[in-house]
């Protein structure tokens, strides 16, 4: 629908040639395909959209065509820095290509895989909560850790402007942020671990430099039913299992390949292991979302202040 009212709205004329062509610059033409290609990766755009967002394409498409004449005038696409980026691109543009027609061959996720993976994430789904979350991170020697722990377990502190009043009289620095998260928001590798906390309570990890706590100011329970995690649960084992097809093609290859490591880097290879993790992501082909991220939808309410869990 999308490629034929854009034909429509920039083609004109008659002739297959004609309505191949939306611009010319200078001696270059600028194509229905190249706004065609453009408008494919806008999500969400509406048939009424397509005349208005075609024209907005074509636009920004004359500009980058005015500015790759002029770069090829100063002969910049000759830079050896350029004629890099140019070969990068290429090779990861092929690579993507060759993940996704691996990842073609995954099968979908059964009704069987959706509902075991539902039943054994609770947390994201059944038990599901908002949480929100204060991130204290702390300078401190390894020998004040026990009186910062004591601190917050001592129950002194009426609040956490308390503890963080503590903290200044104790002469310790330290950085703060909150914000509030969706489950599904949270790294996998941690929601477990903030899933069982209770509200007013915390968890506290060493860092290289000193602590890191993490206090549950408070949640609110917003549980998802199967039916309506089912179809973000299905695409993220379906993109698990791309990427499991990947690793196991790139490892096949790597030990059928010649593989030769040179100078310093043949003094690494052959203490290190060789990794076996695909370099290229076959869920570009399918989902922005990485294998291994959170499943369920994302709370589009939730306000976010910038806090990274570790």
Same mark, same amino acid.
């Given at each position: 629908m999308?490629a034929?009212?854009?034909?429509?709205?920039?083609?004109?004329?008659?002739g297959?040639?004609a309505?191949q062509?939306a611009a010319?610059v200078?001696?270059?033409e600028i194509?229905v395909h190249?706004?065609?290609f453009?408008?494919?990766t806008?999500?969400n755009?509406k048939?009424?959209?397509?005349d208005g967002a075609s024209?907005?394409?074509l636009?920004r498409l004359i500009?980058?065509?005015?500015a790759?004449?002029?770069a090829?005038d100063?002969?910049?696409d000759?830079d050896?820095?350029?004629v890099q980026?140019?070969?990068t691109?290429? !090779?990861?543009?092929i690579?993507?290509?060759y993940?996704?027609?691996?990842g073609?061959t995954a099968s979908?996720p059964?009704e069987?895989?959706?509902?075991?993976?539902?039943? &054994?994430?609770p947390a994201?789904?059944a038990e !599901?909560?908002i949480y929100?979350?204060q991130?204290?991170?702390?300078? #401190?020697?390894?020998?004040?850790r &026990?009186?910062i722990?004591?601190r917050l377990?001592g129950?002194?502190?009426?609040?956490?402007?308390d503890?963080?009043?503590g903290?200044?009289?104790?002469?310790?620095r330290f950085?703060?942020?909150?914000?509030? !998260?969706a489950a599904e928001?949270?790294?996998?590798?941690n929601?477990?671990?903030?899933?069982?906390l209770?509200d /007013?309570q915390?968890?506290?990890?060493?860092?290289p430099?000193g602590?890191v706590?993490?206090?549950l #100011?408070g949640?609110?329970?917003?549980p998802?039913t199967?039916a309506?995690a089912r179809?973000?649960?299905e695409q993220?084992?379906l993109?698990? !299992?791309?990427?499991?097809?990947?690793a196991k093609?790139?490892?096949a290859?790597?030990e059928?390949?010649k593989?030769?490591?040179? /100078?310093k880097f043949?003094?690494?290879?052959?203490?290190a292991?060789?990794?076996?993790?695909?370099?290229v992501?076959?869920g570009? #082909?399918?989902?922005?979302?990485?294998?291994?991220?959170?499943?369920?939808?994302?709370?589009s309410?939730?306000?976010?202040k910038g806090?990274?869990?570790?």
């Amino acid at each position: 629908m999308i490629a034929a009212a854009a034909l429509v709205a920039c083609g004109g004329g008659s002739g297959a040639k004609a309505s191949q062509t939306a611009a010319k610059v200078n001696k270059e033409e600028i194509t229905v395909h190249q706004i065609n290609f453009v408008l494919q990766t806008q999500p969400n755009l509406k048939p009424e959209q397509v005349d208005g967002a075609s024209r907005q394409v074509l636009e920004r498409l004359i500009d980058q065509e005015l500015a790759v004449q002029k770069a090829q005038d100063l002969k910049l696409d000759r830079d050896p820095r350029v004629v890099q980026q140019i070969e990068t691109a290429k !090779r990861e543009i092929i690579a993507r290509a060759y993940a996704a027609h691996v990842g073609e061959t995954a099968s979908k996720p059964s009704e069987q895989d959706i509902h075991k993976y539902y039943v &054994e994430n609770p947390a994201l789904f059944a038990e !599901r909560r908002i949480y929100s979350l204060q991130e204290i991170n702390i300078e #401190a020697k390894p020998e004040q850790r &026990e009186a910062i722990r004591d601190r917050l377990q001592g129950g002194a502190n009426k609040s956490m402007q308390d503890f963080l009043e503590g903290l200044k009289n104790d002469g310790l620095r330290f950085t703060g942020s909150q914000a509030v !998260r969706a489950a599904e928001q949270i790294p996998l590798q941690n929601l477990d671990a903030i899933a069982r906390l209770k509200d /007013g309570q915390f968890i506290m990890n060493a860092t290289p430099g000193g602590v890191v706590v993490l206090f549950l #100011a408070g949640s609110q329970r917003q549980p998802y039913t199967e039916a309506q995690a089912r179809p973000s649960i299905e695409q993220f084992l379906l993109n698990q !299992r791309r990427t499991e097809l990947l690793a196991k093609d790139i490892k096949a290859m790597r030990e059928n390949a010649k593989i030769e490591y040179v /100078g310093k880097f043949a003094e690494a290879a052959a203490s290190a292991p060789a990794s076996t993790s695909p370099t290229v992501s076959p869920g570009a #082909a399918a989902s922005d979302s990485a294998p291994g991220a959170a499943s369920g939808p994302a709370d589009s309410s939730a306000p976010s202040k910038g806090l990274d869990i570790k």
